[in-house]
């Protein structure tokens, strides 16, 4: 199984069969070419008015009750619902699954901070599967654990690195159980100007050990800095602010990629063989001066927030380095990629976004027709979509965490 390198789509297309789409109120065109199905959007299909909203209020909520373990939340990695209305909260701090029923009261809790069977170092992602087994990346130990629609260990694997600094990061597993993950690798090698330092793309069979190598991607737009410690100096690699990055999303046999070069994303089946591109028409965005002073802020607070864990001689490196960024003239097309229950296409705006700030998503439907914007409430991070409602995390004032799932209205 083996995706098409990216620089191969930056050649001319001849395409042929063009169709509209979805009659007058569409502005989208169908082309094929030699197999390859092309969707070009030039605006939204959802009339004036109408569309999809996210309700005003929520329709349950979890946490905010310091007092009671089971509903204090700190560092939530996943909000789920499962296919009876449970929903299953993944939380970082306690490296505990939650369990609650569908009006939001607590039922069980698996997990716990360790490395055993069961336990997790720290939680990077929580994916469902059928018959709501849940599947846990424990990133430190490279451990994929298979739990049972309870929190039951079933299992575990052990993702094996091809090489020695190399960082996978599972995007998901197909219908077939192959896993699907980008691999960071860490280049100390110093380069001039922005680049962005190619990453494979693997598949993982269920033993851990990798089948194939998918494609080579783009990694985010990365520059060398210097780094001084202890009196000795090297490069270091940073990411760019406001960095086109590579996002990659799985539904069921299909894979999502978006390289950020223009708004479009690249679409491959199981075999890997590229099946669409779906494309439109948005503009980037242009950074002002104020979005440059208020990321300087937010990376500044997050320094001091761990200060205790970094060396004020890092520290003040890193402050200068703030003040020294290439920063860019426009914002990524998009900053991420995702898929409802539905298989509908979400695609989040590309003004990088705070945990107070609103988020927009640009929906694009089946057969990759854009419908239009979906706008999320106030400082709340959707974590799944369903086929009429989307769960995620809401931030209050001072900052707790809730879980919280709205019904999409759709007109």
Known sequence: MRLLSISLLCFPIFLAGCSEVGGAAAAATIRDSAGVTIVENTGPAWPDGLGWRVAEEPEFEIGGELDDPAYDLNQVRAALRLSDGRVVVADGE????????????????????????????????????AADTLWVYDFPSRRLSTLDADGAYVDGIVLRSPGQLQFVVPAGRLSDGTLVAPVFVFDTTAKSGIYRQPRPLLAYQADGTVSDTLGTFPGPETYTTQLTFNNQTSPRPAQRPFALTTQVEIFRNQIFVGTNEAFEIQVYDETGSLTRLIRTVHPREAVEPEDIAEFKRYRHELMLDNSGNIPEQIREQFEQQLEDAPYPDAFPYYTGIRTDTEGNLWVQGGKMRHQRDVYHYTVFDTTGQELGQVTMPEQFTPMQLGADWVIGVWRDEDDLEYVRLYQLIKE
């Open 94 to 129: 306690t490296r505990e699954l939650r369990f609650y029923d569908e009006t939001g009261e607590h039922l069980a809790t698996s997990g716990r901070q360790g490395g055993g069977p069961g336990e997790f170092q720290r939680i990077g992602f929580v994916w469902l599967g």
